[in-house]
Structure formats: structure tokens, C-alpha cells
């Protein structure tokens, strides 16, 4: 989580491989100089969404492409990465002997492409259960597939996409709304180095709604709120005013993903607070 010592190391022993999240990318960009990376010949990432103002960042600095990649504890874990000449928006294709399908989520027929669904994976990588829960274990597998969670595509060429979590949906007034993509639209009008984060909570009048938690405090949630219904985002999918909180930073993992945990425990203790005293209460 060092930046600077992840500059100093490289650059002591020459490394010719990175393999990071975007987060720690992100960092790096800021605080290791061109030389200290000099003998990188790959960079690859995963674990969270790369985002392409991080690409591009990295390239201008490094002069190396962000090889982006996926895969999930349950596969030991690589399922998927891009070749030298990554395919933008993608996370590759499978890695050898490891086979990718994407179903429908509900009623399981496929395999679909170019479609989005229920991303199924098999290989010799496979875990062979969770301990001491068999019944957690039959949940996830459809005979000798591992049922991801994550909601993607495969296009006709078989590289991989990830749009989101199925556990990351919320039905509204009876519409799935996808929090990646309303995140994406709120990381977007952020300063560099700041994030965001969706969660949903019950809803008496529409199901559920939307709690945008984000970082910057240069922008008003007042701001944000207008800036967003200037959007392609549907207005169903917008959090309400008072829903954009501006908390001092998003929890994270080591690994630099958000820490949902964390942030679900947040909302249960904090969401009848005003947002002001939510904002001092992380600080």
C-alpha cells in the first residue's frame, strides 16, 4: 500500500512485472517517478473497476498499457487477462483451460453472447467447496460451473466484459438499477483521487433506493445532484439529494476494493443522521 516503496523496490531490483488494483495504479501515478519504473515491461490489473482516465494516466507517465484482467478466490484465482495488446473496456479471455459461459440470471438458458448475464466459470482452478458448508457450496455450483456472482458479456471473439454484481442491483418502483454504472457516472464528475460508492437500502414507497457515499469536498451534493440529472442516467436511477453524502474517505481492503462490509455497517449506524453529522462522523 506504499507507494513510494513500491517505486524504490522496482527500481532496486529491476522488476519487469506489476500486477495491482486500481487504486494502488492511481497512487502510483502520482507518487513514483518514470525512471524507478523503467525496466517494467507489464502492468497488469484487477480486483476492482479500471477506470480509463487511470489508463491513460499510467500510459502518459510510464509509457506502459494497464493489462487488465479478472478472476475470484473460488477460481485460485485467475479466470481471465488481456494479451500485451489489451482490448479497452475488457478483461481478456480466458486463460487456458479455464472455460466461460454467460447465462440468463433467472431462468439460466444460454449461452449468450454479446448479451449480458450470469457468468459462469470451470477449470482445473476450481475450488472444490466452501469448508464446512455444503450447502453455501451447491448454491454456487450449476453442476461443474461456478456461478461468479458477476454480471458480464462475451462478445463473438470470447473476451470478457464485467458490468456489475448481481448483489449490486436494487429493484426500484420495479426496475433493476445497476450501482456500478450510476457509480461510474458519479466517479466521473469527481476530482482525481477521489471515489465514490453505492449502497441501497428499503424503501417503503418504490422497494428500494440508492445511498451515494463520495469523497471529494470540493463538489456540493446539491452540485452533484444537478450535475448527474445532466447525465445519460436515467432519472429513476439518480440517488435523491439528500442520498449524496460527502463522507472524508471510502473504506477500503488491502486490496484496495471498496470495503462493503464496512460501508453497509456505516449506513445501518449512521442513516438517520443528517448528512452533516454522517460527513464528521467518518472524519
Same mark, same amino acid.
Given at each position: &500500500? ?50 480509463? /482516465? ?14 487488465? *484482467?479478472? *478472476? ?10 488481456? +494479451? /500485451? ?22 431462468? *439460466? ?17 476450481? &475450488?472444490? *467447496? ?71 437500502? /428499503? ?32 432519472? !429513476?436511477?439518480? /440517488? ?12 477500503? !481492503? ?5 470495503? +462493503? !462490509? ?22
Amino acid at each position: &500500500m506504499d507507494a513510494k516503496t513500491i517505486g524504490d523496490l522496482t527500481a532496486k531490483y529491476r522488476g519487469t512485472i506489476i500486477i495491482s488494483t486500481p487504486t494502488f495504479y492511481a497512487a502510483y501515478v502520482r507518487k513514483i517517478q518514470p525512471e524507478q519504473f523503467a525496466h517494467l515491461r507489464y502492468a497488469i490489473v484487477g480486483a476492482e473497476k479500471l477506470r480509463p /482516465p487511470i489508463t491513460a494516466a499510467f500510459k502518459d507517465r510510464f509509457g506502459l498499457e494497464l493489462i487488465e *484482467g479478472y *478472476g475470484c478466490t473460488e477460481m485460485a484465482p485467475v479466470v481471465a487477462v488481456n +494479451m /500485451p495488446e489489451p482490448r479497452p473496456g475488457s478483461v481478456g479471455r480466458p486463460i487456458p483451460g479455464v472455460s466461460a459461459r454467460v447465462v440468463d440470471p433467472v431462468a *439460466g438458458g444460454g449461452p449468450l453472447v454479446g448479451e449480458e448475464g450470469m457468468l459462469l466459470v470451470s477449470g482445473p482452478n476450481r &475450488m472444490r *467447496g466452501y469448508l464446512d458448508d455444503p450447502d453455501l457450496t451447491a448454491s454456487v455450483f450449476h453442476r461443474e460451473w461456478y456461478a461468479t456472482g458477476d454480471i458480464a458479456t462475451i462478445d463473438a471473439d470470447g473476451y470478457l466484459r464485467i458490468t456489475d454484481r448481481v448483489s449490486r442491483f436494487s429493484k426500484i418502483a420495479g426496475e433493476m438499477v445497476p450501482h456500478m454504472k450510476v457509480e461510474e457516472e458519479i466517479q466521473a464528475l469527481l476530482e482525481e483521487g477521489h471515489t465514490a460508492t453505492v449502497v441501497s437500502v /428499503p424503501d417503503e414507497a418504490r422497494g428500494e433506493r440508492l445511498i451515494a457515499f463520495y469523497s471529494d469536498p470540493a463538489i456540493t451534493p446539491a452540485e452533484l445532484w444537478e450535475k448527474l440529472t445532466a447525465t445519460s442516467l436515467p432519472r !429513476l436511477w439518480i /440517488p435523491k439529494r439528500e442520498d449524496l453524502r460527502q463522507i472524508e474517505a471510502i473504506p477500503t !481492503l488491502g486490496s484496495g476494493k471498496v470495503d +462493503m !462490509l464496512s460501508v453497509a455497517k456505516f449506513v445501518q449506524e449512521r442513516l438517520a443522521a443528517k448528512p452533516e453529522t454522517i460527513a464528521r462522523a467518518t472524519g
